[in-house]
């Protein structure tokens, strides 16, 4: 064997490891990379189905805002058409002012955006869907503000569905932090139970 075989093997057993060593490297750098590239196609995909679910979310909330809406509106055409005698001016809460109790804050004073510019005068029921809500007390051109049934100054005649039995439904003191009025001046030995529905009597001309 001559020198230069010799420095041939010996070159090539020395070359060998560095280059088995370079290309393992070179694996994992690739890999590496890879795995990187993967990172950032996943992170892509994630905020794509984030901002799809954001939409998602916004769509169902618009949705079910005008299914509400709807639903008032329908309501609010059904109590104008059982109320034929009464005219009516759709209005939205501005401000209130509550009662503090146990089970919640309840409104005793409200703030309504219509007022004598569109026909609102002292005096006027204020209703909703669900049934009484007070009267208005004081009017502004743009505004008006309502005192509600658990004030102690609103007094309603109102009949039980049940047994038919009139009283005076009145705001009271004792009462209004638990959000409840008084029906008083029932005659005696009134079948009246707890439970029992209230409406107004319609005697006068404030209620309906």
Not at 102 to 131: D, F, Q, R, W
Not at 153 to 158: E, H, Q, R
Request: proline fraction near 2%.
């Amino acid at each position: 064997m001559g020198w230069g075989s010799l420095l041939g093997t010996v070159g090539s057993t020395i070359l060998y490891p560095f280059q088995w060593t370079a290309s393992k490297i070179g694996g994992a750098v690739s890999g590496f990379v890879s795995h990187w590239q993967d990172m950032d196609a996943l992170q892509a995909e994630v905020e794509s189905l984030r901002e799809e679910n954001e939409s998602l979310k916004s769509e169902i909330i618009d949705a079910e805002i005008k299914a509400d809406e709807n639903h008032w509106l329908y309501q609010y055409l059904l109590m104008k058409e059982d109320n034929s005698d009464y005219s009516f001016s759709a209005a939205s809460v501005v401000s209130t002012t509550s009662a503090g109790g146990e089970a919640g804050n309840y409104i005793t004073e409200m703030t309504l955006n219509k007022g004598s510019t569109a026909g609102v005068e002292a005096g006027m029921p204020v209703v909703t869907i669900g049934g009484l809500v007070g009267v208005v007390v004081d009017v502004q051109l743009t505004h008006c503000r309502v005192s509600t049934v658990l004030d102690p100054s609103v007094s309603v005649g109102a009949i039980t569905t049940r047994g038919s039995e009139s009283g005076l439904c009145e705001g009271d003191h004792s009462l209004i932090h638990r959000g409840r009025s008084m029906l008083r001046y029932l005659p005696e030995g009134a079948d009246v139970e707890e439970g029992d529905i209230l409406v107004t009597s319609g005697r006068g001309s404030v209620y309906p």
